[in-house]
């Protein structure tokens, strides 16, 4: 059977997905930033997933125009970085695992998450990201990837109790997945950033560090939080956290937590990074 | 009625914050066209050869067209504009997702990167226009 081995979290900030492309890992500004990676690098090439359910959000890619789907599901066999503005990433071509899509897809709509399909799409770096910070530049990605963009641009986003139980979903979908699997689930996004307005550049370590502190053990206060608190607390971009735990309560009831990583800032934005395992 | 977490007019209580609703996604719809558009290379050398001739191939409203031609977000943000689209165009220019982030601040990209090396804008007064926390 297959089953969710770990989780991870991580910031996918596009600025970091450049220094890798362009080579300035090791600048001054960066090194910080690439050493809190390093732990999480090495310890999962002895922890290599077969598939990773990656949840990210599109930003304004692939979707979030002519369709604005709430959760959308990479169906096809394989996903393009997307040319964001400036050329596409030089990074592999992402390949997908359509059987274990193909059960989720089924799975997730018979448990009533109203799953948007998508046959065709390109990937933008709220995925791509955090494979090049967990797999560094690599001819071929080592892991099958199913992409699970939330949407996060367009109110009403939605609620950080729904991502949770769309997580609870996925860890009871997996385990009924007949063929051996190990897979992981990693969140994206955050943490508090704000991207616009004369707001722009708002940090809040201490919310920040408290949704870490919390992701253990103590979940039901971080489903509790409402798109106004993640405004008014964590900028307006804080809201990608709701996609952390998707990954949180995939993982189950009780998990350890193996590694984290906080620091300011990247770009606009608080990284965050977090390894968390489930315990029996 | 269904009892909200919390009323949606406070959505608006956010100082210096836009909150990107459905109403202002179709607001932005041709905006936004425009943007998307730049994620292809012969477009973004066709809107670098003749800005405004390119603009007109959308059907953006003049405040939109003039917003982009003076690079200046906040206004594109107040005609409904989202951050993630916008930042289309400010990759076509070359700039880098803080410049063009900075730029609706009323800091120079000196000063913005200075300040987010610190540690970034706490948000101690920054909460709720209403309470001033």
């Known amino acids: 059977m297959a089953r969710v081995t770990a989780g991870i979290a991580t910031s996918h900030v596009p600025a970091i997905g450049a220094a890798i ?87 997730l709509v018979i448990d009533e998450f109203d799953l948007t399909i998508m046959n065709h799409m390109d990937v933008d770096h709220g995925l791509t990201v955090p494979l090049s910070l967990l797999f560094g530049q690599p001819e071929q990605w080592p892991v099958r990837v199913i992409p699970l963009a939330i949407n996060v641009t367009q109110f009403p ?38 991207l616009q307005g004369p707001r722009a550049g708002l940090i809040n370590p201490e919310f920040d560090v408290s949704f870490l502190d919390k ?7 971080l489903r509790k939080i409402t798109r106004l608190d993640f405004l008014r607390e964590a900028g307006s971009e804080g809201i990608e956290l709701i996609m952390w735990l998707v990954m949180r309560a995939a993982l189950g ?4 937590e193996l590694h984290r990583f906080y620091h300011v800032p990247a770009s606009n ?9 489930p315990r029996d | 009625m269904r009892q909200r977490l919390y009323p949606l007019e406070d959505l608006e209580d956010i100082p210096g914050t836009t909150v990107f609703t459905a109403a202002r996604s179709r ?23 003749d800005e405004r001739a390119y603009l007109d191939r959308f059907r953006m409203s003049d405040e939109q067209k003039q917003a982009v031609l003076d690079r200046d977000f906040n206004r594109l943000i107040e005609l409904g504009g989202n951050i993630y689209f916008l930042v289309k165009l400010s990759n076509t220019d070359g700039w880098s997702a803080q410049r063009a982030v900075g730029s609706m601040t009323d800091m120079t990209p000196d000063e913005y990167a200075a300040m987010m090396r610190a540690g970034g804008r706490p948000p101690a007064g920054l909460r709720s226009i209403r309470d001033k926390n």
């Open chain 2, 27 to 49: 607001q932005a719809y041709h905006l936004h066209k425009f943007c998307m558009s730049l994620m292809d290379k012969d477009n973004r050398n066709a809107f670098k050869a």
């Open chain 1, 215 to 221: 992701l253990t053990d103590q979940t039901d206060e």
């Open chain 1, 21 to 107: 492309d362009l080579g300035k890992t090791q600048e001054e500004y960066w090194a910080p930033v690439f050493a809190g990676y390093e732990w999480a690098k090495e310890w999962i090439k002895g922890e290599m997933p077969d598939v990773v359910i990656l949840v990210y959000n599109d930003h304004a890619s692939a979707m979030m125009l002519d369709i604005v789907p709430t959760f959308a599901l990479g169906f096809a066999e394989e996903f393009e970085p997307a040319d964001e503005g400036w050329g596409a990433r030089p990074v592999p071509t992402v390949y997908g695992h359509t059987e274990l899509a193909a059960h989720l897809a089924e799975q």
């Open chain 1, 253 to 256: 009831e009780k998990v350890e």
């Open chain 1, 157 to 194: 986003t939605p609620s950080a109790d729904r991502c949770w139980q769309l997580g609870a979903a996925i860890r009871d979908a997996v385990a009924a997945f007949p063929e051996d699997l190990k897979v992981q689930v990693w969140g994206t996004g955050g943490m508090s950033h704000q």
């Open chain 1, 269 to 277: 934005t608080a990284v965050g990074h977090i390894v968390l395992k």
